[in-house]
Every structure is written in C-alpha cells, then in structure tokens.
C-alpha cells in the first residue's frame, strides 16, 4: 500500500509520473485496497481540475460502413459482416439528432464519420450542421486521417476541435500505422484545433506496457481529455474471443490514466457510461444518436440520451456543467 500511496500523492501534488509508476498503478489487483486507493483519488483529481463540474458531449454517427480500414474491433469494418451495405443520414436528419442533443443540454457536439466516407461531403454536412446549431457550444470532428489541408477545411467549416485517438493494438488490431494517427493530430494542432483522446478501446488480453505507452502518448499529445473506454464484443470479430473488460477493473484504469496524464489534461471521459469509472473520477460522457462503431443496428440502441447522462451523473454525486464545454475552450 505504501507505495501505490506515494505513487497516488506524488499525482495529486500535480508531478509527472514515471512509466512505472504509472505500470504500479494499472498492475492493483481489482477490488484491492489499492484499486480502491486509486479510484478515489482518480475522482479527486479529475473533480479539482474541472472544479467540480463534470460534462456531457453529444455524438451523431452520419453513416454506417462498410469501411475498408477494417479495424478489428468495429462494427462498421468490412471483414466483421456486421452491416452489408453503406448507409448514410440526409442533411436535415444529422441536423435533427444534433439540435436534440443541443437542446437537451449538450456541451459538445462531435460528427463522426467512417474513415471511407467522402470528406467534401463530411465538410459540407457539418458546415450545415454549424449554422443551424442554435448555440456557439463546440462542434468537434471524429473524422478519419486527413493533412494540413484538411485540418485547414475543418476550421473553415466550423470545427472547434477533433476526437482521434492512437487505438489499442494501432497497426497491428487496425489497417493504420501508428504514425498516421499522429500526423492527423499533428496537423490538427497545427491549424489550431483542440485535440480530445482516449486509451481505447480496452480488451482483457491487452499488455500493462501497451496501457502504459498509449496513455503515455496521450499525456504527450496534451490533450483536453484522455480517459479510457473498454472495447465492446462485436460478435464476429475476431477479438470477440478475448470478451469484455469488466467495469470494476475500469474504474481503476479510468482513475489511473486520470493521475497519470496529470494536470495538463483537465479531462477524464468515459464510454459507455458506467456508474463505477463515473464514480472513479470520469468527468466526460457521451450521449449517442445515429450510428456507432460497437453497435450492430445503424441506428443505435447503445447509445445513451442527455437525460439519461445527467441522471447517472447525478447517482454518482457529480455536478454538470450546464451550456459550452470548458474542455473545448
Ligand atoms: S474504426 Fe474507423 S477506420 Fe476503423 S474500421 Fe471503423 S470506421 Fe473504419
């Protein structure tokens, strides 16, 4: 115990933890005193740097696969069969899921594409999306790889910041070289859009090192929001094998990556939203309209609504942020 506390306090004093130390903490055995050491302390510091206020953004998936990047863990990837053709929203439906979640409460609106989806078209809808959007809360990018240029035509539509993240098992579970993943990021920054991150998505058979290195990276990237999502079964891929991680071990892992990306990483998220990483110290959830990468109906019946966010926040003794996100500010 000494050491996972000197370890925790070393994180709430705001000091940059080792690789180890960061290892020490993803390697408490669930349920343990010091599982329930780093829970807590994951709520109290990802409460102190949103000063108590947590938050919920909206997400609307725009169309459905099939994708040829065929990461192994999503639903919209050719080679898992889950869908078997391409669909898409019009216009005026992806404005009607976003003003629903604008009115609701959200603090963040994010539009998200499969990464085969025409970028023209994604700049065009979401340009629509901005200027019917009835509040200035931010619109944020879940977009697949693009350059400077891209970056630049984000910006020029209306996109405050991006989503994207440096996958578990990126290159190796996915089609996309770790380095593209940061070239994306890199460029996004560089034409000045704020970059949210997560360590995800999450299996069981995924190493401490591996955890360790993709929430190293996330710290580096100085992001607005890290966090952690497990990965969702998608029954014919070929990683259902390995199953789901439990929320219980979630918490831990939700609080650990909260103290180690430290201070310069004022968000915490989630997803799926769940009472014990909540509890644990994550500050950010999502609501979910239109479609989703672990679902297998184009229009989810996973995803969460903004009442429902508020009501689990509420369960677990958080505060919500009411009107535009402080993350993307
Ligand atoms: S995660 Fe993105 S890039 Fe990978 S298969 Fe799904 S839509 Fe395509």
């Not at 050719?78 to 609701?104: D, P, R, Y």
């Not at 009472?275 to 989703?292: D, K, M, R, T």
């Amino acid at each position: 115990m000494t050491t996972i506390n000197k370890i925790i306090n070393k994180a709430l004093d705001g000091a940059k933890l080792s690789d180890s130390e960061i290892a020490s903490l993803f390697k408490v055995q669930d349920l343990s005193e010091e599982a329930f050491a780093v829970q807590q302390a994951g709520r109290r510091f990802s409460a102190e740097l949103l000063k108590g206020k947590a938050e919920i953004h909206g997400q609307i998936g725009i169309n459905v696969g099939l994708c040829p990047k065929n990461c192994e863990f999503c639903s919209f990837a050719i080679e898992n069969k889950v869908f078997t053709e391409s669909t898409e929203l019009s216009t005026e439906e992806v404005i009607e899921g976003v003003l629903s979640m604008e009115a609701a409460g959200a603090s963040a609106i994010y539009i998200m594409e499969t990464a085969n989806f025409p970028f023209e078209k994604y700049l065009e809808i979401s340009s629509a999306v901005r200027a019917a959007m009835k509040t200035d809360i931010p619109m944020i990018a879940n977009a697949g790889d693009f350059d400077d240029e891209g970056a630049k035509a984000l910006v020029k539509a209306g996109f405050k910041g991006i989503y994207h993240a440096i996958r578990m098992g990126e290159g190796e579970h996915t089609r996309i070289p770790i380095a593209n993943r940061l070239k994306t990021i890199e460029a996004a920054k560089s034409a000045g859009l704020l970059v949210g991150t997560c360590v995800e998505p999450v299996g069981p058979e995924y190493s401490i090192e591996e955890l360790v290195e993709k929430t190293v990276l996330t710290r580096e990237m100085e992001a607005v929001f890290s966090g952690s999502m497990r990965r969702t079964r998608i029954p014919t891929s070929p990683l259902a094998q390995w199953g789901q991680v439990s929320y219980a071990r979630m918490a831990t892992i939700v609080a650990a990556v909260a103290l180690a990306t430290g201070t310069g990483v004022p968000g915490n998220c989630t997803h799926e939203p769940n009472q014990l990483a909540i509890h644990s110290g994550a500050n950010l959830i999502w609501a979910e309209v239109g479609s989703n990468p672990r679902d297998t109906e184009a229009e989810t019946v996973r995803g969460w609504t903004v009442d429902r966010c508020k009501e689990i926040y509420a369960e677990c003794d958080w505060d919500v942020l009411e009107g535009s996100s402080v993350m993307y500010s």
